[in-house]
């Protein structure tokens, strides 16, 4: 019994320092990636692309969770929406919209001419919403790409894409959109 004392908090402390290893992802300083300000010019560019409005653009972190990056888009008319998720499932939302819709959500923060709010799902704690809350911030050089990529070149106007892979006539063609005359 004594000899099992002495043994058992050295294993826990070898239990305790292990626990945190090897559970958060990789982030633009872990990856080398420029944690400085995301160019300005450069953010107006690619978020107008998309119809954000440049100065509605933030990011969180959260440990554990990793932007999806195919969530990213408009919220509301100009505002910006990103999803984070965690290796659980769980997703925490981050939206931004103006200022007129703030003090409408219990994880929100106002900034610069914008209110920023986040909603978890699949089990998100208020703590973690917390916590991300108070990380939201602007995005780092390092981070611009992979959030806004630039749009692809062949929709960026008014016209539509042409397929080219569309028969002119026959099954595919153009529909007939003609009405029979009845009796014949």
């Known amino acids: 019994m004594i000899r099992a004392a002495r043994v058992l908090p050295p294993l826990l402390l070898a239990a305790a320092l292990l626990t945190g290893c090897g559970t958060e992802k990789a982030g633009p300083a872990a990856s080398g990636a420029s944690t400085a300000p995301a160019d300005?010019?450069?953010?107006?560019?690619?978020?107008?692309?998309?119809?954000?409005?440049p100065e509605m653009v933030y990011v969180t972190d959260a440990p554990g969770f990793?932007?999806?990056?195919?969530?990213?888009?408009?919220?509301?008319?100009?505002?910006f929406s990103a999803s984070y998720a965690d290796d659980t499932g769980a997703v925490i939302h981050l939206y931004t919209d103006h200022l007129r819709y703030a003090g409408q959500h219990e994880y929100e923060v106002s900034e610069k001419g914008c209110v920023v709010w986040l909603e978890g799902e699949g089990g998100v704690s208020g703590t973690?919403?917390?916590?991300?809350?108070?990380?939201?911030?602007?995005?780092t050089a390092g981070e611009l790409d992979t959030l806004l990529p630039a749009p692809d070149p062949a929709f960026t106007d008014d016209r539509p894409v042409q397929r080219g892979d569309l028969p002119t006539n026959g099954d595919g063609g153009p529909p007939d959109n003609s009405v029979p005359t009845p009796g014949y």
């Open 40 to 53: 300005p010019a450069e953010l107006a560019s690619k978020a107008k692309a998309l119809g954000i409005a």
């Open 66 to 79: 990793t932007l999806s990056q195919q969530s990213v888009g408009v919220q509301g008319d100009d505002g």
């Open 128 to 139: 973690v919403l917390g916590k991300a809350l108070r990380a939201v911030r602007r995005p």
